[in-house]
């Protein structure tokens, strides 16, 4: 199982840069607690494992369930993070495929077993024993980060490093959801932050309809999302003014169900994209009725980050994002908590 692989700690390091044996790191130490800066030690990397310089990291609102104790699997203390970009610096023994200095991207997925009943139906991103980037296993809000190498992802060279973060997961577990609503061209996202500012560039180079549902009132996200393409938008507890072929729900509020429900048309589906929502309510059951739908995506397999990335290289997207420094890695989780960021926080570095 690729899970239990322990090499001897032997690697293949950047000659310009000297392996470094301690980083800075934002530290969540317990749920509901503020993230600290600690100084912790760089372990020996194992025979599959890269270190990687970061010079990008986004903040995603899966970093708020972290910090919430949402997540029911998530080890503390870690250290959160899970779209990461950076350069090589070592390698292990076992890697074929990167070399020190090359730049690439660490996702939510961080290694799978391979041979449970999942994996081996090519659905890795349910393994039952997976490990998750800044969630069982420390991530980018720090100075480095240690990564399995066969779950790295080549990020297209178009993207600076910081417009690269989101894409990692905002765009990879968006563009999970986006095919999981099949092909109607009349398309809702619900919760207008990173994932759905990316997809919203998506669907329209692919001559699709956006309707865009925002928190009732936010009239500077909603306009944020007219700039992108959106045809209509509005808040959550609206109906959209043509009947949609699918919804995909961003937002983590289960009441957002029912009402995704009312706008699709018959046989229209209703995707739920978070990792984490609240209680789905009680609905009549004429609102499914019309065989509409309700699924869920779970975290992304490699194949899904090498399919996005292809498209990523052809669609000329343009993220927008909001950086902070390391030290504010706390202000910029609270700026996602708040809603107060238009498209992606990111943590960058010199």
């Known amino acids: 199982m690729h899970a239990t692989l322990h090499a001897k700690p032997a690697c293949r390091e950047n000659a ?6 301690s980083m800075r790191a934002m530290r ?15 372990r020996p990397l194992r025979e599959h494992e890269l270190l990687i310089k970061v010079s990008a990291c986004g903040v995603c609102r899966t970093d ?17 993070g899970h779209e990461i970009v950076g350069r090589v610096i070592a390698v292990g023994e076992s890697v074929a495929k990167r070399e020190p200095g090359e730049r690439v991207g660490v996702p939510w997925l961080a290694l799978t077993c391979g041979e449970c009943p999942e994996c081996q139906r090519g659905l890795e991103n349910l393994c039952e024993f997976a490990q998750f980037t800044g969630c069982t296993v420390d991530g980018g809000y720090a100075d480095y980060a240690i990564a399995d190498s066969r779950y790295c992802l080549t ?14 997961c905002a765009g990879l577990i968006g563009y999970r959801a986006y095919k999981a609503a099949g092909h109607g061209t009349h ?15 998506i669907a329209q180079a692919q001559h699709r309809r956006v309707f865009a549902f925002t928190r009732p009132g936010d009239s500077s996200a909603q306009k944020f999302a007219r700039q992108l393409g959106a045809v209509w938008a509005g808040g959550s507890d609206e109906q959209p003014p ?20 009312r706008a699709v048309r018959k046989g229209g589906r209703v995707v739920c994209a978070g990792i984490h929502m609240s209680d789905i309510p009680a609905f009549p059951y004429s609102l499914l009725w019309g ?17 996005f990335m292809r498209l990523a290289a052809e669609i000329d997207l343009h993220p927008a994002v909001q950086e902070f420094p390391l030290e504010q890695a706390q202000a910029a989780l609270d700026e996602v908590a708040h809603g107060r960021v238009h498209g ?7």
């Open 16 to 21: 310009t840069m000297a392996h470094p044996t």
């Open 28 to 42: 969540l130490v317990a749920p509901g607690c503020q993230l600290a800066l600690e100084d912790v030690p760089i």
């Open 64 to 80: 708020l369930h972290l910090r919430d104790g949402e997540l029911p699997n998530a080890r503390y203390p870690v250290t959160p």
């Open 155 to 168: 990020i297209p060279d178009r993207y600076t490093d910081a417009e690269a973060a989101p894409l990692l």
């Open 187 to 201: 398309l809702g996202l619900y919760g207008f932050g990173a994932a759905a500012h990316l997809l919203c560039q």
């Open 242 to 261: 043509e009947p949609l072929d699918a919804a995909i729900l961003f937002a983590p509020i289960g009441a957002l169900v029912p009402a995704a429900l």
């Open 291 to 307: 065989e509409r739908s309700v699924c869920s995506v779970a975290n992304l397999t490699r194949a899904d980050g090498r399919e």
């Open 344 to 350: 992606a926080a990111v943590l960058t570095q010199l």
